[in-house]
């Protein structure tokens, strides 16, 4: 016999009361605030070697898709502990989007600054 069976919330038959939603929180946290770092960090680089242009662009947008992402997660944790209270199906669509425009600037930005010295 399932809980279900049983007379239990059917809302919460598939919840796991486990950490998993707050260990992806601060996995989420944790690659939002290294893509910011790393970004500043590479902006930082670009403009003291006297380079500008296509490089900082891009290191600029990679930073500022971390910031995008760190201020997202409050929210998007809220979101989903209530979509996996309810049985809801999940989406994060946005944030990953967020993450890999912002990996990918800065791999292009790299790339570019290397090439150029």
Not at 29 to 52: E, K, Y
Request: proline share 3%; with cysteine; charged share 15%.
């Amino acid at each position: 016999m399932t809980d279900t069976e049983a007379g239990a919330d059917p809302t919460l038959a598939s919840w796991d009361p486990g950490l998993q939603n707050e260990r992806t929180r601060l996995a989420w946290v944790r690659t939002a605030v290294a893509l910011c770092s790393l970004s500043l960090v590479a902006t930082g680089v670009t403009v003291r070697h006297g380079m500008g242009g296509v490089e900082l662009a891009a290191f600029s947008f990679g930073a500022l898709c971390g910031t995008a992402l760190l201020v997202r997660v409050g929210a998007r944790f809220r979101r989903l502990q209530r979509a996996l209270h309810l049985g809801h199906p999940l989406n994060f669509m946005t944030d990953a989007l967020l993450a890999w425009w912002g990996v990918l600037a800065v791999v292009a930005g790299a790339a570019i600054f290397v090439l150029s010295l």
